[in-house]
């Protein structure tokens, strides 16, 4: 299974989906035009990777901004992990957050209970 790496611009996020390490990070911010065209490539390399069956997976999110459309793609990207960790894949997902960024706090509560994917928060 191939790394896969995408560039942060001004309106979208960096993403590095690394299979060999098991690290999969989200960084930056996203309000692109099209948020499913911009997402398609994760959701398949998502697929193939954990029909790999992986020892491990550490999602990191470190995330300034989403609008509606981004938002409702990474919750799409939250289930997919929690339908995984219930079948007991194993898991771990990292919320970093601004100290005085209560919104973005609030949105990774909000996605963790929504899919019932329990999130780790820390303050960066």
């Known amino acids: ?31 692109p035009e099209n948020a499913r065209a911009f997402f398609a ?17 550490d999602l990191e999110l470190s995330l300034d901004y989403l609008n509606t459309s981004s938002t409702k793609c990474l919750l799409d990207i939250l289930e997919v992990f929690e339908k995984f960790r219930s079948s007991g894949g194993p898991v771990n997902v990292t ?22 994917l329990p999130i780790q928060f820390v303050e960066r």
Not at 3 to 10: Q, V
């Open 1 to 31: 299974m191939d790394r896969l790496k995408i560039d942060g611009t001004k309106y979208t996020l960096e993403i590095d989906l690394d299979p060999a390490v098991g690290r999969l990070q989200f960084r930056g911010e996203s309000y």
């Open 41 to 57: 490539p994760v959701f398949t390399w998502l697929d193939g990777y954990l029909a790999t069956g992986p020892a491990k997976v």
């Open 95 to 116: 919320w970093f957050y601004a100290k005085d960024d209560s919104d973005t706090l609030l949105m990774g509560q909000d996605l963790s209970e929504d899919t019932g």
